[in-house]
């Protein structure tokens, strides 16, 4: 299995000092160094999570203010550039963290967001319309921004190259989890959302972890232990984020097959195609729940079983069949 590059936008809430008007900035910094440095550590982590495994990580390794204005933060720290920003005709008081590896652009970003629109629409994927059409609703104030706009997740280059078209499934996945929103995610499956309703104190996604690995090569068990540390530890976040995460790989699943379509049998010539992690999520996604099951079977029952106002939209997530039964999931 290929390490692959993960790029990926956090979003968090903070109450902070905003502007005191829309066209004068306040006296104290709009985003205050006291009310980011939760989202500082936990990008610091996630870069060094992504480093590839067997790297030492330096002691002396520093994240860097590169630049700073009222509403948005750049920093750099092992090549990844992290920027914070909130959405200055909004008051609403919420910080967002992009974190990514700066790219080489072949194509000024206007034209390059412009044709993968255009050739995301001739790959005729159902859902991608709707999404694009949802995020853009949600997002319209940074649409066409260069930095934090979506046309970061795109591989900006001349040649509609194997490269580009991986690019355009990344780039309908991670606007999947952008379009995340008050416990509703997104489903390419009927264009439209599925909401859960989760309590805050349901254990981490990190419960789905696989912990025997001694059915695996040595090759890969290095490399689930690398995946795992970098979802499952290192970003270890609420179930609803591993079920959102399972979406996403739907998503580039989709995108993936329609690429083979469009490219024949050249889409798999390129040894350097992002890998596709669905099936491990499916996997992590039902021993979330077995564990849950295991560790607090009144705790299963409430969120999830056949009972509880979340089973209807757990159908929907899951799906298959196979997976209901692992789970014991029929009436």
Request: glycine share 4%.
């Amino acid at each position: 299995m290929r390490k692959i590059v993960f790029q990926f936008l956090i979003f968090s809430t903070f109450g902070f000092a905003g502007c005191s008007s829309p066209t004068k900035q306040a006296s104290v910094d709009c985003i205050p160094s006291s009310q980011v440095l939760e989202i500082l550590k936990s990008t610091e982590s996630a870069i060094d999570g992504m480093i590839s495994q067997g790297q030492v990580i330096s002691n002396s390794q520093k994240t860097i203010l590169l630049s700073s204005t009222c509403h948005r933060r750049t920093y750099e720290r092992a090549g990844y550039r992290i920027i914070m920003f909130r959405n200055p005709t909004s008051q609403e008081r919420k910080i967002q963290a992009s974190l990514m590896q700066p790219k080489v652009r072949e194509l000024p970003a206007e034209n390059c967001l412009n044709r993968a629109l255009e050739d995301i629409q001739n790959l005729n994927l159902d859902f991608s319309q709707r999404l694009m059409q949802e995020h853009r609703f949600q997002y319209q104030w940074l649409w066409n921004d260069p930095d934090i706009g979506p046309v970061k997740w795109l591989q900006c280059n001349k040649k509609r190259d194997v490269s580009w078209y991986d690019s355009l499934a990344v780039f309908l996945h991670e606007l999947s989890h952008e379009v995340r929103n008050n416990g509703c995610i997104f489903n390419s499956n009927n264009n439209s959302k599925i909401c859960l309703e989760l309590p805050q104190d349901l254990p981490l996604r990190s419960i789905a972890k696989i912990q025997d690995l001694t059915t695996l090569s040595s090759d890969r068990v290095e490399d689930l232990v690398w995946i795992q540390r970098l979802y499952l530890t290192d970003l270890d976040q609420p179930p609803l984020l591993l079920f959102d995460e399972l979406q996403g790989y739907i998503i580039t699943s989709k995108a993936y097959t329609a690429t083979l379509t469009k490219l024949g049998a050249a889409a798999l010539k390129n040894q350097k195609r992002l890998a596709n992690y669905l099936p491990l999520f499916m996997l992590y996604s039902v021993r979330y729940l077995e564990e849950l099951r295991n560790r607090s079977p009144a705790a299963f029952e409430e969120n999830f079983g056949v009972c509880s106002k979340n089973y209807l939209s757990l159908n929907l997530l899951l799906r298959a069949q196979r997976m209901h039964t692992l789970i014991g999931f029929r009436q």
